[in-house]
């Protein structure tokens, strides 16, 4: 394979795994937000605390990867709706301001939780064989680990596409994110809808924590580190929409990939001027309402 094809191919196999991780942490934030209104900022918190979730599982208890990252996501989608139902609901009419103003506490109070008990130091999970070494595709050998990320993407993608388009849960939170007061007319319990979709959210975000660990790395700063790119996927793909978030999330993660091969000095400008770009030709994002 020429080296001009060989480096091509690197940057959409990484971009495509990058991808994935972006999509599964931030899908549950672009639909609560559409659904509610609701800006929270401590959504990265949800993706941390689910990484540490695994990483004690593994280490600790001796839980393989894969079903420590399905405990972390059913854990955290548990303890989110205590958060919900608690804390979150009587700030739904609050102004923005005060909603960034807790969310962001709630953050920089589980960073300082989780330095305490864990130390400042990126921690690591054991993998099992069959996600070490390398696939070999036929044409080229790839990294199983971010095969194994890219398989799990396009399970979700699929299981999510059919939830929210061929059920009629998925149709009451359709419904509900285009016209919350018509919703509510008709009968549908927004308030219940908004419970199961942030600990979907919540849910989804650990799993993208956990999924982050190998990939990215994982301390206390997890939490506010890749805050930005989740809202900017949030934002470039529109509020609400799962398409949306798709697509945002492919380019933005290929693009911000492709920057950091061919020029690394730039670091993350590129994420960031496709962002400006966008906004600026479609505020609401690629399928955000307008």
Do not use: C
């Amino acid at each position: 394979m020429p080296q001009y094809a060989n480096i091509a191919v690197s940057i959409l196999f990484d971009g495509l795994a990058y991808a994935m991780f972006l999509f599964i942490t931030s899908v549950g934030l672009s639909v609560t937000m559409g659904l509610m209104n609701f800006v929270n900022l401590a959504h990265g918190a949800f993706a941390m605390i689910g990484g540490y979730v695994v990483v004690s599982l593994t280490r600790s208890y001796g839980v393989g990867f894969v079903p420590s990252l399905i405990i972390a996501a059913v854990l955290v989608a548990l303890i989110s709706v205590r958060f919900e139902r608690r804390l979150y609901r009587r700030f739904y009419r609050a102004t923005d301001l005060e909603q960034v103003l807790l969310t962001i506490g709630l953050a920089f109070m589980a960073i300082a939780t989780f330095t305490y008990f864990y130390g400042p130091i990126p921690k690591s999970v054991p993998l099992p064989d069959w996600l070490q070494g390398s696939v070999n595709l036929g044409f080229r050998s790839f990294p199983a680990y971010r095969v194994f990320m890219i398989a799990v993407g396009a399970a979700l993608i699929a299981v999510l596409w059919y939830g929210f388009e061929r059920t009629n849960v998925g149709a009451m939170v359709r419904a509900a994110v285009d016209n919350r007061r018509m919703a509510e007319s008709i009968g549908i319990n927004v308030d219940r809808l908004f419970t199961l979709t942030f600990a979907l959210g919540s849910g989804l975000a650990a799993l993208g924590g956990g999924l982050a660990i190998q990939l990215l790395g994982l301390n206390p700063n997890f939490a506010l580190l890749y805050l930005v790119l989740f809202l900017i996927v949030v934002a470039v793909g529109g509020l609400g929409s799962l398409k949306g978030t798709l697509l945002a999330a492919l380019v933005l993660g290929i693009i911000d990939t492709g920057g950091k091969y061919l020029l690394a000095d730039a670091g993350g400008f590129f994420i960031y001027a496709v962002t400006v770009i966008v906004l600026l030709l479609k505020p609401a994002g690629f399928y955000g309402r307008e």
